[in-house]
């Protein structure tokens, strides 16, 4: 009897061993077969993030989102001739081979800072609920000092004037070191499916008065048309037009 109930024990104790070891071996199984499925999640994870960054100017994107939730937060600017300010701060990936501020991302700059211009006074909202448009037509940009990498400096966007079909916006900016303005851009915003003055007294919920146009405007404004009958002349539309 003795002995029976040792050979039992011994069975359950054998057994109970073999079915601890076949589950741990079990286990071990499926977790490998989870980190297997892990691994390939995340290289088509990568793969596919490497591939939109290839094809696709994401930064961009993420730098007009982070702008919009900036600007949504803050207090609107009722005066719509007002200028504003945003800061900005010269990184790696705005250099060029000289070591300075590349001159192309001075114009990528101007684009978030009017972006920010227009969510806090209202223009863009207002444009978007009367199903207009504000597309660049034309830009120019002087370059006077260069901006160093690490050098702070501020983008100061302000409406100038505008007509009947486009806003016309200067940029400046000015380094925080001294306050110099590195350069200045003028940027005419045509208004597509509407018109500035429409814009405007939705906004304001009256008419505003365009204030007179600085002479350097002025001679801007007669470039643009020169320029531009100069292009219709050359590819005959001026002749078809008539």
Not at 56 to 62: E, K, S
Not at 88 to 105: A, E, I, Q, W
Request: glycine share 4%.
């Amino acid at each position: 009897m003795n002995l029976l109930i040792l050979h039992t024990t011994t069975t359950c104790h054998f057994t109970l061993q073999f079915e601890t070891k076949y589950v741990r071996i079990g286990l071990s199984q499926n977790t490998c077969s989870y980190l297997d499925c892990s691994r390939e999640m995340l290289l088509l994870v990568l793969g596919a993030l490497l591939l939109l960054f290839c094809t696709l100017d994401v930064w961009y994107f993420l730098r007009g989102a982070y702008v919009f939730a900036q600007a949504w937060f803050q207090p609107r600017v009722r005066d719509m001739l007002a200028e504003q300010s945003i800061d900005g701060t010269v990184l790696p990936h705005d250099l060029d081979y000289m070591g300075h501020m590349n001159n192309s991302r001075y114009l990528r700059e101007c684009d978030f800072a009017r972006f920010h211009h227009y969510m806090r006074n209202g223009l863009f909202m207002a444009s978007w609920k009367l199903g207009a448009r504000l597309v660049v037509g034309a830009s120019t940009i002087r370059y006077r000092r260069s901006l160093a990498f690490r050098e702070a400096f501020e983008i100061r966007t302000k409406i100038v004037g505008w007509d009947e079909k486009a806003f016309y916006i200067e940029q400046r900016f000015v380094s925080k070191k001294d306050g110099f303005v590195s350069a200045v851009m003028l940027c005419r915003q045509n208004v597509v499916h509407c018109s500035p003055e429409s814009i405007l007294e939705f906004v304001c919920k009256r008419k505003i008065d365009c204030p007179d146009f600085p002479e350097d405007l002025k001679h801007w404004i007669s470039f643009i048309s020169a320029s531009s009958q100069a292009l219709r002349a050359e590819s005959g539309l001026e002749e078809k037009n008539k």
